[in-house]
């Protein structure tokens, strides 16, 4: 087997033909020894913001000399960006012995396990092998079913901001969605929580009391005085003074709060942690692929907000860094997207609308995206291939103009390949 075979077995599942559930996972995991029973934890759940603020934690506690694991979904560039050690993405030899390893046992099971969940017993395996001390790992949809959620009373559980999002799996409220995040939850465990409003906290609060687990709120008012740049955000923090973040969204600075609440619930437990960690970890930490700017003249941004709420948050980071100036977008979605409650966000902002088709096989063809998108009175355009969309709205924008390519995390590998082979 080689890496590409590697890929090609792993990805021959796909989730939406499965029932969700953990029983498969369980077995699995079970069958190579149960090696999440031997591992610590921070697990992370949410609809947006998740992803970063994983890494802001693994970055921290990494900055803090421990051993860390990162599991992240989806991946940006490589598929190996999924499970890393301390930083490093595991290599492709090492993803080929472990999928050589596991793969006997999975096709000896009578009820074959999907992607997600391969891929999550690959992590844990890896994770062990690299003896790390303590690993943050994102779930992938959800939280109770989630595959992920098969570890036992974590360190700390990070459930970050709610929003409407796969529906069709959680439900179609916000109380139902927090519900599902909610499953993360164990007996006796520390949660925190980034908030959402009464009806989703009462969720937490519920849940918490049910399981006798210690509820901490992110308090963001001890954020101040922040101060916006294309080259990082920098705000003040109660009590570490100002700190630094490379990531540009506008909402990087609560984002940050919520993890550097986890990392104080972990250094309560005695993990060693200073505030020099806190602080250079946060300014240290990579997050490819979210209000990422990925060159200038024009400006070109590159954010994977998918959907309603993340989308109003990339265009309230838009006006936060260019006022009332008209933006250019490229940008492709999955076909289960509610196009009209994305883009309703962003389409006063836009000068004109590129739809392109990410490369992915529940994307959204891109003509009928930009049907969708002419309903909003600016000019929209087709994309043929990737490096075409791309071009053209460089070429639109002009140098002394704003692109922003955005639509799905998917489709974010895609665009930042085209724009380095159109510069």
């Given amino acids: 087997m ?3 075979e590697a890929l090609e077995y792993i990805h021959s599942i796909k989730w939406r033909t499965v029932k969700p559930g953990l029983e498969r996972t369980r077995e699995l995991l079970a069958s190579l020894g149960s090696p999440e029973k031997s591992m610590k934890f921070v697990h992370i759940a949410g609809t947006n913001g998740k992803g970063s603020t994983a890494a802001y934690i693994e970055s921290v506690i990494r900055k803090a000399g421990y051993r860390t694991g990162l599991f992240i979904s989806p991946y940006i560039l490589r598929f190996n960006e999924r499970m890393q050690v301390n930083g490093e993405q595991i290599s492709d030899d090492e993803l080929v012995a472990l999928t050589q390893e596991i793969q006997p046992v999975i096709d000896s099971m009578t009820r ?7 891929v999550t017993a690959l992590g844990m395996k890896h994770f062990l092998y690299k003896k790390c001390d303590i690993v943050a790992l994102e779930t992938g949809l959800g939280g109770e079913l989630d595959s992920t959620n098969i570890i ?7 459930i970050t901001s709610i929003g409407y999002d796969h529906m069709k799996e959680l439900g179609p409220t916000l109380t139902d969605i927090a519900g599902a995040k909610a499953g993360i939850i164990k007996n006796g465990g520390d949660v925190i929580i980034y908030g959402g409003g009464p009806e989703v906290e009462s969720v937490f609060e519920d849940k918490c009391a049910a399981c006798g687990a210690r509820l901490h709120r992110t308090d963001f008012s001890r954020i101040s005085d922040v101060r916006y740049s294309l080259e990082g955000i920098s705000f003040m923090f109660e009590p570490y003074g100002r700190i630094t973040t490379p990531l540009l969204g506008a909402y990087q600075p609560k984002n940050a709060a919520t993890a550097i609440t986890a990392l104080e619930v972990l250094r309560g437990k005695g993990y060693g942690i200073s505030d020099r960690d806190i602080t250079e970890g946060v300014s240290d930490v990579r997050w490819p692929g979210r209000f990422e700017v990925l060159g200038r ?3 070109f941004i590159l954010d994977g907000s998918h959907n309603p709420q993340g989308v109003e948050v990339t265009a309230a980071s838009l006006r ?9 977008f490229v940008t492709g979605v999955m076909a289960d997207k509610d196009v009209d409650s994305m883009f309703g966000h962003i389409a006063p902002l836009a000068s004109s609308f590129t739809a392109v088709r990410p490369d992915y096989y529940r994307a959204m063809e891109a003509q009928a995206l930009a049907e969708k998108l002419s309903r909003y009175g600016v000019p929209v355009y087709t994309g043929e291939t990737m490096e075409q969309g791309v071009a053209d709205a ?11 390519a955005i639509g799905s995390l998917y489709f974010s590998g895609n665009i930042r390949e085209a724009y380095l082979g159109v510069i």
């Fill in 297 to 299: 003249d024009p400006v």
């Fill in 2 to 4: 080689n890496y590409e």
């Fill in 320 to 328: 936060t860094f260019f006022g009332d100036r008209k933006i250019t």
């Fill in 394 to 404: 460089i070429r639109l924008a002009g140098p002394d103009g704003v692109v922003c």
């Fill in 152 to 158: 036992d009373t974590p360190e700390a559980a990070v």
């Fill in 112 to 118: 074959t396990p999907t992607e997600f969940e391969i």
